[in-house]
């Protein structure tokens, strides 16, 4: 690839780009800045001693892992979504790809209310789930189940122009040089959408790991077993323990901010892989 | 199959939400509505996404215009830092902002001193709402202004134009519908914020309660009826959006596709 640089004539770099920089280091740099001082000024024996408590390590455990076990439900079921909404014309198709984003849409309070009423044990859904002998709320299911609601649009926006540009031809070229429906899905179809996929799922594992709003009415907030990470750092708030709220904080941020860079990083792959 | 599960998953509790509101009929869910807390809650919420939206929006717009119209070294790194607020754990997000501004934080003595209120109060609900829709119409803006290039705006500076009416003229009616999709996402999440906003907002009811945390409160007296009701309210905006979403797209879609386009 060639970059050409070309001058141009256009005015107003300096001020746009100064007030875009001014702004950013107010809002968010500055801000977010605190944390990890905040933390530094605690000293290693604190922070230690906070992020390495035993309740502490279980809301790292649980958040990580339902945050996980979210995204990768996700990740299949969103492929399936995704691929049905791109390659099929269906009845209300509209509605239904609008409604995809609902969980972007709604508010995380109402999300979290109204998972917790419908899956509750005398809920609408929960009430049949319970005679199977599945108990949703206030369980780390429920959670998990929090968290697909909220990650599901990532992936299925991420998937669906990617899938929308993959010629219907180079699949029936495979079919008709004798590859099965099964060879075809796992040698031409999903190499050629794994960057995308890999970026969705990334971009919901990251929404989910810092999620409060959607989660917090469903967990059941049982310290050990349903506690999350982000209610942990509330409770500390609420008792006025600045310092290990700062400590369980700054762990969080540092994760987010690795996933970001993941998530930049799986994009320029997905760019220069579909550029080619 | 699946998408039977997908309107079972999504659809379902759009409705419930709505069914539970209106479980004791109209006169419970105006009464629910028209409490002074809710209302103060309603006011607060448009409030805050009064001020939200335009800062963002101004923030947006130039960092489009530097971005998009320029090349300068960095530009990958700047669209990571302005990516970071979606990243960041919304009660992190209400957390630095207690740290720089409560009682025990760097500017809080100061603050005291001059018996101004951030945390707990207005101007903190207005900073938090700020941080957690930052990225939002910049993040629509600036795809939307490099795929219409630079050479209509270099063309009317070339004819004697001012960057204010290349600006207004050329570049406005060109990204208007991106910009109207970043408003209205960045909306959503200003109106909708719940984990920043009630870790700064201290949760004084007819004061510092938004809608979001109001309908926190309620459910957690269980007054479920009655936090159902506020929540149809946030329902009802996020059906407005989706809608609208979908006007905008399909304008944004069309308007993409003219430049170049030999039909």
Not at chain 2, 100 to 115: E, S, Y
Request: charged share 15%; proline share 5%.
């Amino acid at each position: 690839m060639v970059r050409t640089r070309r001058h141009t004539v256009l005015p107003g770099f300096r001020l746009t780009m100064g007030y875009t920089i001014f702004y950013l280091v107010l809002i968010v740099l500055l801000p977010l800045l605190t944390l990890p001082i905040r933390s530094w000024e605690l000293g290693w024996s604190v922070f230690q001693a906070t992020v390495t408590d035993p309740r502490v390590l279980a809301s790292y455990r649980l958040s990580l892992g339902a945050a996980l076990a979210a995204a990768a439900i996700n990740a299949v079921f969103g492929l399936v979504v995704a691929w049905v909404l791109t390659r099929y014309r269906l009845p209300g198709q509209r509605v239904i790809d609008a409604l995809i984003d609902l969980p972007f849409a709604l508010p995380t309070a109402v999300a979290g209310i109204t998972l917790t009423t419908l899956y509750a044990p005398g809920g609408w859904l929960g009430r049949h789930l319970a005679a199977w002998g599945i108990t949703v709320a206030f369980t780390p299911l429920g959670i998990t189940l929090a968290l697909v609601f909220i990650g599901l649009p990532f992936v299925v926006r991420t998937l669906q122009p990617v899938i929308d540009d993959l010629d219907l031809e180079i699949e029936e070229a495979a079919s008709s040089l004798g590859a099965t429906r099964w060879q075809v899905l796992g040698r031409v179809v999903l190499p050629y959408l794994s960057p995308a996929w890999l970026t969705g799922f990334a971009l919901a594992f990251a929404r989910s790991v810092g999620e409060y709003g959607s989660v917090v009415f469903i967990a059941g907030n049982m310290p050990m077993r349903t506690e999350i990470t982000p209610l942990l750092i509330i409770t500390q708030l609420e008792q006025f323990d600045y310092a290990r709220a700062t400590a369980i904080a700054v762990v969080l941020l540092l994760l987010s901010f690795l996933l970001l860079l993941l998530i930049n990083g799986l994009q320029s792959w997905a760019g220069r892989r579909l550029s080619t | 199959m699946a998408l039977a599960f997908l309107v079972l998953f999504l659809f379902v509790p759009l409705l419930a939400v709505f069914t539970e509101a209106l479980r004791f009929g109209l006169g419970a869910y105006a009464a629910a509505i028209l409490q002074p807390d809710a209302l103060s809650a309603l006011r607060l919420t448009l409030l805050a996404a009064a001020v939200a939206v335009p800062l963002n929006l101004v923030f947006g717009v130039s960092a489009g215009w530097a971005i998009a119209k320029f090349d300068f070294r960095g530009k990958n790194i700047l669209l990571t830092l302005i990516d970071l607020p979606f990243a960041v754990s919304p009660v992190i997000a209400g957390l630095v902002f207690i740290l720089l501004f409560g009682r025990q934080g760097w500017l809080g003595p100061w603050l005291t001193d001059h018996d101004i209120r951030v945390v707990f109060a207005l101007p903190g609900i207005v900073l938090a709402t700020v941080f957690v829709s930052f990225p939002f119409v910049a993040r629509e803006i600036i795809p939307v202004m490099q795929a219409m290039g630079r050479e209509e705006e270099e063309a009317a500076r070339v004819l004697g134009a001012s960057g204010l009416q290349i600006f207004r003229r050329v570049t406005l009616p060109n990204i208007k519908w991106g910009l109207l999709y970043g408003v209205l996402l960045c909306n959503a999440r200003a109106m909708g914020e719940f984990g920043a906003v009630s870790v700064v907002s201290g949760k004084i009811r007819g004061e510092t309660n938004t809608l979001p945390l109001h309908v926190e409160i309620l459910y957690n007296e269980y007054q479920f009826q009655a936090a159902f009701a506020a929540a149809s309210l946030l329902a009802g905006l996020a059906i407005v959006t989706l809608v609208l979403k979908v006007v905008i797209e399909r304008r944004l879609q069309r308007a993409m596709a003219v430049p170049g386009d030999p039909l």
